[in-house]
């Protein structure tokens, strides 16, 4: 298993520039989501999805757009690159469950910085 | 979702026992506790989950008091490689937000 996997690893763009943050897992989870975490702070929720074709919105989900065609894929899409979305963006999968908290598997993160 | 409140930072020595209390006021009914570990430029891990009493795994353990509105991670003979940031975390996927992290506890191993 490879677990869950993230591409780039870093991305640099300038203002106003969109793009797509790539994540996949091959673990079979229905759960997928994205986070963004800014120095000293812990991790925020942008999307997340309970299943191919379900998406929902998490804390700071503006300026990003979602889809899950797949189970294993979860792309997260910047729509018009801004210099306040610079941060490091992770990738989470679990199952999704009857039991009310799942561990979360994490990719190894994509930095990203807004010129 | 039930919001956490831990120390923003603590540091201790190699050899020693660790334990970081997390606050869940308003824990609800059916939430598990939680803890991630990060390492700088790395994604959390998973360390230990419980919902009440105590848990001990090969790296952890987990203490819930019988109100369930607070927990303790405690890491047993640290070394410097237990230097990293600690989530403490209630409820998740199973509701409607998602997984909450707050800044968690960064916590420095000196030699």
């Known amino acids: 298993n490879a677990g869950v996997t993230q591409t780039p690893k870093f991305q640099v763009l300038k203002t106003g520039q969109s793009m797509t943050l790539q994540c996949a897992q091959d673990m079979n989870h229905e759960y997928m989501s994205w986070y963004r975490q800014d120095p000293g702070m812990g991790l925020r929720l942008i999307h997340y999805s309970v299943g191919a074709g379900i998406t929902d919105q998490g804390e700071v989900p503006n300026g990003y757009n979602v889809s899950r065609s797949t189970t294993e894929d979860f792309p997260l899409r910047l729509l018009s690159a801004a210099p306040s979305q610079t941060s490091v963006y992770f990738c989470a999968s679990s199952y999704w469950g009857a039991d009310p908290q799942e561990t979360q598997y994490f990719g190894p993160g994509t930095r990203l910085l807004v010129l | 979702l039930a919001k956490t409140t831990q120390p923003i930072s603590m540091d201790s020595y190699e050899g020693q026992e660790v334990n970081i209390t997390c606050s869940h006021n308003?824990?609800?009914?059916?939430?598990?506790i939680t803890w991630y570990q990060q390492f700088p430029s790395q994604g959390p891990r998973f360390i230990i989950q419980?919902?009440?009493t105590k848990v001990t795994n090969e790296v952890a353990s987990l203490f819930i008091p019988a109100d369930r509105k607070s927990s303790t991670l405690s890491l047993p003979r640290v070394s410097l490689s237990d230097t990293a940031v600690y989530y403490c975390l209630v409820g998740g996927p199973g509701g409607a937000d998602g997984l909450t992290f707050g800044k968690g506890t960064h916590l420095i191993i000196q030699p």
């Open positions: 419980g919902y009440k």
């Open positions: 308003n824990i609800a009914t059916n939430d598990y």
